[in-house]
């Protein structure tokens, strides 16, 4: 039996989930091949956090685009996302003070809820907190953290309910071309899949699925890991989400009194995605232990709940890859660089308009495209703060 599909996404994570959704919503019957289950990635691993704090244009128009789908997730989307709102707040060394304050004044034009606060209005909202080492931060009162898996699983659900097809446990060994065509891919129980259209959607893999067309991604994996640490009852019931760069970390609440941590620096590079991600780098706990507890002193009499790691694909400028490339019919959707969750609604969007249409109307997402790194235009910011991942 032949198996075709107007267009075929390697990779069940939130990024294939979001593009079956957007295409199916534009009348297409997209295959999503996946080579495990939903969310089996970087997106089941996922901190969720939803904050729309980058120091890139680009990206703050594609989170606050998102943020509109995690808000109205019921409404846009149907089922569920998770989406808890937390407040979020974004530190960074006094030296990226300046830029902080010219990032918040880009988010606001865009109309992104977000202001400059002082260290005390820090404490007012979170008392526990040490403040004395910044004077400004951000803060978006409406941001906060969503369910990655739950996300994907309810992106994916949507999408087939309006005919897009997802076949889980099937791994793509082999993309067919033809006069430098994409005519499909093959599986490794030897079937094959036909489709003018086949998109890399496949995460810290992206750059095996793209070698199957010669291509060879400025790319490699990220290995992060995250605790979940038993809070205080002093602490309360919840507290802000948080990028604090001073201390090189990020962290949230999670349900149950938890608070999850992840840590900025050393965050290994180059290692095997198929790595075991039940348990975290030896030290790592250590390390967050340590971080969250300059922070929050009060974090010392807290307990460890339970650790564990993900791999995503980093690409050479830290940012996503996406667009065509290679031969004709084959797109990138990856690269997401460890920060890919938040912008999936959008990204999917954009890129649903830019395969249909010819070009993506709802945010410009061309310049993300693999021909800017031989081109000498990796995306920088306009007022940069250090690379995310040390
Ligand atoms: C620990 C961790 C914490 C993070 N925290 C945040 C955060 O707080 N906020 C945020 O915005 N981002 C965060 N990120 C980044 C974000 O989760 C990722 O950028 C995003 O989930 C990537 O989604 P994806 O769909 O591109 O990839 P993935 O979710 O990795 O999905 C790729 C899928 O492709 C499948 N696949 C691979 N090869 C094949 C093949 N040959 N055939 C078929 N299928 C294949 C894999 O099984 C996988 O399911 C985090 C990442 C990690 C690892």
Redesign the pocket.
């Known amino acids: 039996m032949a198996h075709t599909a107007d267009v075929i996404i390697?990779?069940?994570?939130?990024?294939?989930?979001?593009l079956a959704f957007h295409l199916a919503q534009r009348g297409l019957k997209p295959l999503v091949?996946?080579?495990?289950?939903?969310?089996?990635?970087?997106?089941?691993?996922?901190?969720?956090?939803?904050?729309m704090h980058y120091d890139l244009r680009l990206e703050c128009e594609l989170?606050w685009k998102s943020f509109e789908y995690f808000r109205n997730w019921e409404d846009m989307v149907g089922g569920t996302c998770g989406f808890v709102r937390t407040g979020f707040i974004r530190i960074v060394q006094p030296q990226y003070e300046d830029a902080l304050r010219a990032n918040v004044a880009m988010q606001q034009e865009l109309g992104i809820p977000t202001l400059l606060i002082t260290a005390d209005d820090v404490k007012r909202l979170a008392p526990y907190f040490e403040v004395g080492d910044f004077t400004y931060a951000a803060y978006e009162p409406e941001s906060g953290?969503a369910d990655?898996p739950t996300t994907?699983a309810s992106l994916m659900d949507a999408a087939r309910r309006m005919g897009a097809t997802l076949k889980t446990g099937?791994?793509?060994?082999e993309i067919l071309t033809d006069d430098s065509k994409v005519r499909g891919?093959r599986?490794?129980d030897g079937t094959t899949y036909h489709a003018p259209l086949v998109v890399n959607?496949?995460?810290?893999?992206?750059d095996?699925?793209a070698s199957m067309v010669g291509l060879d991604l400025p790319f490699t994996t990220?290995?992060?890991?995250?605790m979940f640490i038993r809070r205080p009852k002093a602490l309360g019931p919840t507290h802000p989400t948080v990028i604090d760069d001073i201390h090189e970390m990020?962290f949230?609440p999670e349900q149950g009194r938890l608070t999850l941590v992840?840590l900025e620096s050393g965050n290994p590079l180059g290692e095997d995605?198929d790595t075991d991600?039940e348990h975290p780098h030896p030290g790592f706990v250590e390390r967050a232990v340590d971080h969250i507890c300059r922070r929050i002193p009060m974090m010392e009499e807290g307990s460890l709940h339970s650790a564990?790691?993900?791999?995503?694909?980093l690409s050479d400028d830290q940012r996503?890859i996406i667009g065509p490339a290679g031969p004709e019919g084959f797109w990138l959707?990856?690269?997401?660089?460890?920060?890919?969750?938040?912008?999936?609604p959008a990204t999917g969007l954009s890129l649903a308009e830019w395969m249909v249409d010819g070009e993506p109307h709802t945010v410009d997402i061309r310049p993300f495209a693999l021909s800017r790194f031989a081109e000498g235009r990796p995306l920088r910011a306009e007022h940069p703060y250090a690379d995310i991942w040390r």
């Open positions: 390697i990779g069940g994570g939130v990024h294939g989930a979001s091949l996946e080579r495990k289950f939903v969310a089996a990635g970087a997106t089941g691993r996922s901190s969720g956090l939803v904050r989170v953290y990655p994907a099937v791994q793509v060994t891919v599986t490794a959607a496949a995460g810290a893999w992206a095996r699925i990220w290995s992060h890991d995250v990020y949230r992840g995605p991600t564990h790691r993900g791999y995503d694909g996503a959707n990856c690269g997401h660089s460890g920060t890919g969750f938040k912008i999936a």
